[in-house]
């Protein structure tokens, strides 16, 4: 089940958990110097050790980018299957994707491989148990360029060693709210973290959600990377729960007057623009955080979030090619996504 339709998403700070990990075929060189018969005998090296993996080979599917239109690739960036820079260089590119989305392994992204596991809440270890299983399964039929003193070479020197980017999405309003993700950016760099937009490196931080993630790869153990951040994860979720309290305690008519609001705005409007919704996604899931709505589940609201991006609507849609059309449409869905059940 993929990490935004999972069961066992609970109302919390805690999003989803990724592991993501950067290989290179040696002796190949790196994608920006690779030719064009060199990436496809990249793409037919992962192929055969799919085929060779029983479980691999079963449980996903292989999918050309080339292939693709240029909705459909972007619903993968959407859903944080495949990353933005994928999206816009597709020739000689492909993705093995699970059939529950939660593992999605780039082939000539950056690097050759780049090996994802996505989970729902705050999952770390279990989503590197799983990238590391793929790691094992493609790394027994295909050498990796590796060195002794460097670890994993990868094309952006910030990856060498482990090659591991640990990262969790975290919902972070009371922290913005009360300013102070400042203080939060700052100490966090200093440590050796960092927090990103939704859609990874050079996004924005939209809906208050973040990616807190590690900088450094290089001569500490990948347990010891997800050990680190999981501790700082957990003080940031401590923070924005103790900012919450602080919210409720001080200013909570307004803040149940605020989300309540946002909730009505999305089971009545008739216009909606993507940008308006995450603003509102953002209040609502807050609500439903604090308790203050009840109508609604956490599950059903991520779920809306992703199918309500604009290429999901575009492919579910025809007739949604002018943004008018776009934002009339979406907000009809969001009204039948969240209508209260108990007033039908």
């Known amino acids: 089940m993929a990490w935004y339709n999972d069961t066992k998403i609970q109302a919390d700070v805690a999003i989803s958990s990724r592991i993501r990990l950067a290989r290179n075929v040696s002796p190949y060189p790196f994608v920006s110097k690779i030719s064009g018969?060199?990436?496809?005998?990249?793409i037919e090296l992962c192929q055969i050790a799919r085929s060779k993996s029983t479980w691999l080979s079963e449980d996903t599917e292989f999918i050309e980018l080339g292939t693709l239109s240029g909705i459909q690739l972007q619903k993968m960036v959407e859903k944080n299957l495949i990353s933005s820079d994928l999206f816009g260089k597709i020739?000689?590119?492909?993705?093995?994707?699970?059939?529950?989305?939660?593992?999605?392994?780039?082939?000539n992204e950056e690097d050759h491989i780049r090996i994802q596991c996505?989970?729902?809440?705050?999952?770390?270890?279990?989503?590197?148990?799983?990238?590391?299983?793929?790691?094992?399964?493609?790394?027994?039929?295909?050498?990796?360029?590796?060195?002794?003193?460097?670890g994993y070479l990868t094309?952006?020197?910030?990856?060498?060693?482990?090659?591991?980017?640990?990262?969790?999405?975290?919902?972070?309003?009371?922290?913005?709210?009360?300013?102070?993700?400042?203080?939060?950016?700052?100490a966090a760099g200093k440590?050796?973290?960092?927090?990103?937009?939704?859609?990874?490196?050079?996004?924005?931080?939209?809906?208050?959600?973040?990616?807190?993630?590690?900088?450094?790869?290089?001569?500490?153990?990948?347990?010891?990377?997800?050990?680190?951040?999981?501790?700082?994860v957990e003080i940031i979720i401590t923070k924005e729960k103790e900012a919450r309290d602080s919210i409720m305690k001080f200013q909570?008519?307004?803040?149940?007057?605020?989300?309540?609001?946002?909730l009505g705005i999305m089971r009545s409007a008739v216009l909606m623009s993507s940008n308006e919704f995450m603003k509102l996604w953002s209040d609502v899931m807050l609500g439903i955080n604090l308790g203050i709505i009840d109508s609604v589940t956490s599950k059903k609201?991520?779920?809306?979030?992703?199918?309500?991006?604009?290429?999901?609507?575009?492919?579910?849609?025809?007739?949604?090619?002018?943004?008018?059309?776009?934002?009339?449409?979406?907000?009809?869905?969001?009204?039948?996504?969240?209508k209260d059940k108990s007033e039908v």
């Open 37 to 42: 018969s060199e990436s496809k005998k990249i």
């Open 91 to 107: 020739e000689n590119r492909g993705i093995i994707i699970s059939k529950d989305e939660t593992i999605s392994i780039m082939l």
């Open 118 to 150: 996505i989970l729902s809440g705050l999952d770390l270890e279990n989503a590197w148990h799983l990238a590391d299983k793929v790691d094992n399964t493609i790394e027994d039929n295909v050498d990796y360029s590796f060195s002794s003193q460097l």
């Open 155 to 186: 094309c952006c020197p910030s990856n060498l060693g482990t090659g591991m980017r640990a990262s969790v999405m975290l919902h972070l309003p009371a922290l913005s709210m009360l300013r102070r993700m400042g203080s939060i950016l700052n």
């Open 191 to 232: 440590i050796g973290i960092t927090l990103r937009g939704v859609y990874g490196e050079g996004s924005d931080a939209v809906a208050y959600l973040y990616q807190v993630s590690n900088q450094i790869t290089l001569g500490i153990p990948e347990l010891a990377i997800i050990e680190k951040l999981k501790d700082i």
């Open 252 to 262: 909570g008519n307004y803040l149940r007057d605020k989300v309540c609001r946002s």
């Open 301 to 338: 609201l991520m779920e809306t979030r992703i199918l309500a991006s604009p290429a999901h609507i575009l492919d579910m849609y025809q007739d949604s090619d002018s943004s008018t059309n776009r934002d009339l449409i979406r907000a009809s869905f969001i009204r039948e996504q969240l």
